[in-house]
């Protein structure tokens, strides 16, 4: 827990809390059958680490899965290993 709030109320705030407060919730959320569903991936525990968010392996969206490789590798990203 760093500036008072607890990991686990952090991540809750940033997607469900989010959709609640723009009115989206009827069709954000949750991950339910005939809502919309944009997933990210991670290579991790961002509930014990919030530094693991930055460790993205796949996004989905609009029902189309993304390697984030392929994604930097459009973008030209490199990293150096």
Not at 55 to 66: L, N, T
């Amino acid at each position: 827990m760093k500036a008072g709030i607890p990991v686990s109320e952090v991540l809750k705030i940033a997607t469900p809390q989010s959709a609640l407060v723009a009115g989206k919730s009827a069709d954000f959320s949750s991950i339910t059958k005939g809502k919309a569903a944009d997933i990210i991936i991670i290579h991790g525990a961002p509930i014990l680490e919030m530094n693991d968010l930055s460790k993205v392996e796949i996004v989905i969206k609009d029902s189309k899965m993304y390697n984030i490789r392929d994604i930097d590798h459009a973008l030209s990203i490199r990293y150096f290993e």
